[in-house]
Structures are given as structure tokens and as C-alpha cells.
């Protein structure tokens, strides 16, 4: 294939690969789809939703994985080292979206790529290598049941080049087990969702990529005064050092003392003493012995602490990149208040190749264990107590190798749930099908950016960071025209709007791609904004952009992979929480008796969805508004399905 369009920002070119039939086709990138998608999520999603079978069963050779990047991806645009994995997902039935960090996107963007889309199913274990132009499907027998780290080691030997990047699956990938983890060099996760177990059900242990031609700029003297001045004013930025030093960590202290909302043992309690200290940022610096710290391609702010456990039982333990989630996951959710059996537990999660879902899974199980509706026999003989370290290593290890309990735990929670039976489902730490790290019952942004993630419960797709890092002016300086509270998180006021222009937002990021840590959402007065980001953008891609273009773009990008959901079987019925956050309250803290209020939620959903253009009643999308977003392909297919507001009596929504 002769790709004659000469491009700015994007590669030009995709990369198709079936497993199936051994085959690799390279094809143009549609110009059009290159505009109104821009990349990572935005094209990945488009690619799913153009070329995925509907109904396909997520482990079916049938689904695709894609790999994407952005048009930003491989330049110098500050922490657009991102790559996006988007297929369906065996963990929810729902579009599959993970984000990840490293270097990956870059060097696929410089060997000439947008996108890889991978097809079929090997039908021997295989690794794909990809050498710029030169694209082999490679035996990986010798690779098969080795942990992620080990199977880097090989690849680099085979290359005789430690500088490629890597997408490796472990045992629990090659396992199925639901939440298996696709990951990025030997730290970076493309986390939520079971992308890993995407890649095992391809036989596909592992992906390399090196590349060197570089990325061509349409205007480049634009681009780089754009790109200093942007880098620049995320260094003064407030949040910069905070981000720099701590990373996520910094919200722990914040959670635990001042929100009282840390999830603790299932979410049974909110605050965590035995762990304020000991659990704390400045205890880690101080008892981990940090290495100079880690960045993404292309960050300023370099928030992967490379990290070796100084003493203790985990001793001499390392890895890159700890951050709140693994904090919280593993530590307080767990009942243990240990900052080396946190890392510990993040060593083993990446090299079996096991999402942090397995955190929420094991402490799920610890609360029916608590509440003996697992019994010691039905655990193969484990005290699944809280604090009992060496019996979650070693159902970690269970679960990557489907042993036992461990197959039982390896499953999607409605799978698991289905087959421990009983009461088990209510006490899920679930929203929208998937687990949460923030809890839902008093905080309305929370609450309502979880329940209308198109990839299931989510605090990466929607929630809108900078109304808790601002004042209410700045989030009503945002968003003209809103009520006054809509920036106070415990007000239920402006919170459909607030969370409709967030989730457009992380839309934009996503596709750029640049990392929610280097934008205005998370480091207001300081990252950048969305003028710069349709400047630069323009500057990169000779495509001129404006803000509301962006957010045009967004809100496309949202709609249709909401509009993917449905076309999947799902309807208004997928927007549920569990129980636990409606029926239970914390004992203690600043949030202590507040239980979740459906009533009022379920109108959040309501109002939130009939702003987006979906029927509140049914979930389905309105035509006019598909249509209005160059979604017409969407609409005819949904009409044909009977999947459209309006197509129902019992709708009050005309087409
Ligand atoms: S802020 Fe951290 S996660 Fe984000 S791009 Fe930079 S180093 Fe990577």
C-alpha cells in the first residue's frame, strides 16, 4: 500500500493484524476519521465500532484489540507519551477503554503507525514484532506460562535491544482470567476492563515495537513556542510539585483524614488509623528507598517513583510507578498497614499480569469470608481474614493460575457472584458493572461520573478532578450558567452539566493524547487549557481546531461509545450501583451514616443522560443528536436494531 497524502501529526497509516490467518495489511488512515476522532480513545473507539461484529463474545477470536495513539503522540507536547487499548471487554460486556503511560505509543507512532488492530486467534502462542516497516508474527512457545518481566527479558535478548518497548501478558492473560493485564514496558498497565485477557484469548503473549522516523509538523516554529509555553506553565503550576513528588499518593491523607471516605475493608469503613502513618506519602519517601524518579516519555513532571523496599519482610522488592490506587488497593482494603506489602503486592500484580481489580475481588472475598458466606473449606483452606498478607499473595497467585478458589475469583463479578451465590453480590464494590476506588455514598460527582462510565465505573472517564481542587467560581467560570454549588462535591446541584462537560473533556485527553495529570482538570492555572490544546493541535496537525471544535469532538467521542454499549444489549438497567453504597454507612468519620440516596440518584442519571441525547427511559440515543454529530452510520444501524429513543410507545422522546 502507497500512502501518497502527505501528513502533519498523524502516521497516516494503520496496521491491521489477524491472528487467524497469519496476515498483516497495512491501510491509509481515513482523513475524515482522522478529524473527527483525532486518536487514542477517540480512533480505537471509532475502529471498534466500524469493525467489530456486533454481539461478539469478548474472548471470541472475533474481537479486535487495537492499539492507538494520537496525532500529539511521539512529539515533545508535554506527557503525550500515552497509548490507548480499546476492545470489548470481558470484564463488563462494555466497550473496553485502558490508558497507559510509557513509551510505547511514541515508538509505535515513530515506526509509522496509528493504530494497530489485531484480529483472530493464533493457533499456536505467538509475539508480534514490529521494526518500523518490518512487521513479523513470531513464535513465542518458549515465552508461554513465563511472568511479564521474565518475558521482556526475552524479547530483549531476541532483539539484542533493551531500548524497544513492550506489551507483555502474564499467566493470568494467558489464563482468561477476566481482569488480566496488558503491560506497558515492565510498569505502566493498561489497567480496567481485561486487556490482557484479550491478548491470551489471540494467543498473543506480547507486542515490540521500535521505531525512528520521527514525527512531520505543520507548523513547527508554532508548535514549539506553544509547546515551552504550555511546559512552562505546568511547572508554576500549584499542583506541579505535589504531582512531581507524590504522584496520586497526595489524595491519601486527604481520603483518610478529611474525607473520611478511604475505602477500608470493602468499603465497610472509611477512615484507616492504623495506616494514617504508616501508609502516609512522607512514610514512603522515608522508608522506601527512592530511586531518582521515573517519567513517560516526554513529561515534565516525572511522577514514577522507582522504589526499593529498604527492610522488613519484603526487603529489596522494586518497581516503578506506585500510586494511590495500589496504595489504597492493596493496604487499606486489605486491612494491612504496610507500606512494603503494598509494593510487594504491585510487583506481583504486574509480572502475573493481574489488573488492580484483584485487589477489589480479593477484598470483596475477605468480606463474605467476614461475613461467612465463604467458608474456610470453600477457600481451599486460606483464613481469608483482613491483614492475613501471606494468604492474599497466595490467592493472587491462585487467581493467575485459575486454582481452586481462584478460578471462582478469576471471573467477571457477575460470574463470580453467580457461582458463590447467596448474598455475595451485594456486598460488590461495584458501579456500573466495575469496581470503584472512590466511594460513592455522599459525593453526587462521584456518584453520577461512575455510574455513566462507558467503560463501567471509572474515576478516569468523567469525574471532574478540578471541582474539589478549585473554588466554586472557577468551576462556575467553567461552566457559565450553572448553579452556584455546581463545584461543591457534596451538592447534588449542576452535577449533570458539570459531569457531561467533564466527560467530554476526558474524551479530548484521551484522544490527543496527553495525561490527566499535565491538564488544567488537575493542575488548574497551570496545565493546559483547551484554547492551547486546539492551538497546538492545529500547529501539529495543520488542521485548524478551535475549543469548541474539542468539545464537539468529545462529546462525538462519548456519544458513540455509549452508543457502542447499547448496540452490545445494554440499556437504561446498566447504570446501577451495588447495594452496599444504598443499605451500609461508614461506623466512623467525616462521612460517618451517609448512605447513598437512589431516589436521587437515579435522577441524576435520568437528567444526565437526557442531556447527553439519550432517552432516560431507555438509554437508547436520539437521532437527531447522532446525526447532529456526524454519527449517521450509528443511527441507521441502531434504528435497524430498534435500539433509538423513539422507537418504543412507551418513549415520550420523538425522532
Ligand atoms: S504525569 Fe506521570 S503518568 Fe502522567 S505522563 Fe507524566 S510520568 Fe506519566
Known amino acids: ?114 493504530a494497530i488492530i489485531i484480529s483472530g486467534r493464533a493457533e499456536k502462542p505467538v509475539w508480534i514484532w514490529i521494526d518500523n516497516d518490518n512487521v513479523e508474527i513470531r513464535d513465542a512457545a518458549e515465552m508461554w506460562g513465563k511472568d511479564t518481566w521474565q518475558t521482556i527479558e526475552r524479547i530483549e535478548e531476541t532483539i539484542d535491544d533493551n531500548t524497544i518497548s513492550t ?59 506553544l509547546n515551552w509555553q504550555i511546559r512552562e506553565n505546568l511547572k508554576k503550576a500549584p499542583n506541579y510539585t505535589l504531582w512531581s513528588k507524590f504522584g496520586t499518593m497526595a489524595f491519601y491523607p486527604i481520603l483518610d483524614e478529611v474525607q473520611g471516605a478511604l475505602p477500608v475493608c470493602n468499603f465497610q469503613e472509611g477512615t484507616f488509623p492504623e495506616g494514617s502513618k504508616a501508609l502516609s506519602p512522607d512514610t514512603f519517601i522515608k522508608e522506601i528507598e527512592a530511586l531518582p524518579n521515573e517519567s513517560c516519555f516526554g513529561c515534565p513532571i516525572q511522577c514514577g517513583h522507582y522504589m526499593r523496599v ?71 483452606g486460606l483464613e481469608l481474614t483482613w491483614g492475613n498478607e501471606d494468604v492474599f499473595l497466595e490467592l493472587m497467585r491462585k487467581i493467575a493460575y485459575r486454582d481452586g478458589i481462584g478460578d471462582v475469583l478469576a471471573c467477571s463479578y457477575e460470574e463470580a457472584a453467580n457461582r458463590i451465590g447467596k448474598d455475595s453480590q451485594k456486598y460488590q464494590p461495584i458501579i456500573t458493572k466495575l469496581d470503584t476506588s472512590e466511594c460513592p455514598r455522599a459525593r453526587y460527582d462521584v456518584a453520577l461520573s461512575h455510574l455513566i462510565s462507558n467503560r463501567g465505573g471509572d474515576h478516569n472517564k468523567a469525574l471532574p478532578y478540578f471541582n474539589w481542587m478549585t473554588t466554586p467560581e472557577y468551576v462556575n467560570a467553567l461552566l457559565p450558567g450553572t448553579p452556584e454549588k455546581t463545584g461543591d462535591m457534596y451538592s ?31 493542575t488548574p492555572d497551570g ?25 464537539q469532538v468529545g462529546r462525538r467521542i462519548s456519544v458513540m461509545e455509549r452508543s457502542f454499549n447499547v448496540r452490545e444489549g445494554f440499556d437504561r438497567s446498566l447504570y446501577q450501583m451495588s447495594e452496599k453504597f444504598y443499605e451500609t454507612a461508614f461506623p466512623d468519620g467525616a462521612q460517618k451514616g451517609v448512605k447513598a440516596d437512589k431516589k436521587i440518584i437515579d435522577k441524576l442519571v435520568d437528567d444526565f443522560l437526557t442531556r447527553k441525547g439519550f432517552d432516560p427511559k431507555t438509554g437508547y440515543p436520539r437521532m437527531d443528536v447522532l446525526k447532529d454529530l456526524g454519527l449517521k452510520n450509528v443511527a441507521d444501524q441502531l434504528k435497524k436494531m430498534n435500539r433509538l429513543a423513539g422507537q418504543h410507545e412507551e418513549d415520550n422522546v420523538s425522532m
Open 167 to 225: 506489551v507483555t501478558i502474564g499467566p493470568a492473560g494467558e489464563n482468561l482470567v477476566a481482569y488480566g493485564l496488558a503491560l506497558v514496558n515492565r510498569s505502566r498497565g493498561l489497567g480496567k476492563g481485561g486487556s490482557g485477557a484479550v491478548m491470551g484469548s489471540k494467543n498473543l503473549k506480547a507486542i515490540a515495537v521500535r521505531g525512528s522516523k520521527g514525527v512531520r509538523i505543520h507548523d513547527p516554529d508554532k508548535f514549539e513556542e
Open 310 to 380: 529498604k527492610s522488613g519482610k519484603y526487603a529489596g522488592t522494586h518497581l516503578e510507578g506506585i500510586e494511590y490506587y495500589a496504595q489504597f488497593v492493596f493496604g487499606p482494603n486489605l486491612g494491612v498497614p504496610d507500606w512494603g506489602f503494598v509494593v510487594k503486592c504491585h510487583e506481583v500484580a504486574n509480572r502475573l499480569g493481574l489488573q488492580f481489580s484483584v485487589g477489589h475481588l480479593m477484598s470483596w472475598a475477605a468480606e463474605l469470608y467476614q461475613r461467612g458466606i465463604l467458608t474456610k473449606e470453600e477457600c481451599d
Open 492 to 522: 447534588v446541584d449542576g452535577k449533570p452539566e458539570l459531569i457531561d462537560y467533564s466527560e467530554n473533556v476526558h474524551a479530548i485527553l484521551d484522544s490527543l493524547p496527553t495525561c490527566l495529570f499535565a491538564s488544567f482538570t488537575m
Open 527 to 551: 496545565g493546559g487549557t483547551l484554547e492551547e490544546y486546539a492551538e497546538i493541535l492545529s500547529a501539529g496537525t495543520g488542521v485548524r481546531y478551535t475549543k469548541n471544535d474539542l468539545l
Open 1 to 114: 500500500m502507497e500512502n501518497k497524502k502527505k501528513w502533519y501529526g498523524w502516521a497516516g497509516t494503520l496496521l491491521n493484524i489477524d491472528l487467524t490467518k497469519s496476515e498483516i495489511k497495512k491501510e491509509p488512515l481515513d482523513p475524515e476519521m482522522a478529524v473527527n476522532f483525532i486518536g487514542g480513545d477517540g480512533l480505537g473507539s471509532k475502529l471498534l465500532y466500524d469493525r467489530l461484529t456486533p454481539g461478539t463474545d469478548p474472548l471470541d477470536p472475533g474481537n479486535l484489540f487495537i492499539l492507538s495513539t494520537g496525532p500529539l503522540s511521539g512529539t515533545l507536547f508535554p506527557s503525550s507519551g500515552r497509548l490507548s487499548a480499546v476492545f470489548k471487554s470481558p470484564m463488563t460486556g462494555l466497550i473496553g477503554l485502558s490508558n497507559a503511560g510509557g513509551y510505547f505509543g511514541p515508538e509505535l507512532k515513530w515506526a509509522g503507525y496509528d
